[in-house]
C-alpha cells in the first residue's frame, strides 16, 4: 500500500533545484527512485509500502498524508 509523506523544513528554504534533494535518502534510507514533488514550502514523497523516517531534530517534519 502506498503511503505519501509531506516533508516541511521548519525556517530552513528547500532546494527546489535538485529532485530529490539530498534530505530525501537522508529521511528515508530505503528511498529507491520513489515519486518526489517539490515545491519551496515542503517536499511530497509516495513510498511503495508504510515507512518509518528518520528523526533529524526538530527543524524537519515528516508527516504522513492522504495520497495526491
Do not use: H, N
Not at 15 to 41: M, N, Q, R, Y
Request: with cysteine; charged share 15%; proline share 16%.
Amino acid at each position: 500500500m502506498e503511503t505519501t509523506y509531506r516533508i516541511t523544513l521548519l525556517g530552513l528554504p528547500i532546494d527546489t533545484s535538485v529532485c530529490p534533494p539530498a534530505i530525501v535518502p537522508a529521511i528515508f534510507p530505503a528511498f529507491d527512485g520513489w515519486p518526489v514533488t517539490l515545491s519551496s514550502e515542503s517536499i511530497t514523497v509516495t513510498a511503495p509500502s508504510p515507512q518509518t523516517p528518520a528523526d533529524l531534530g526538530p527543524l524537519v517534519k515528516v508527516e504522513e498524508v492522504a495520497a495526491p
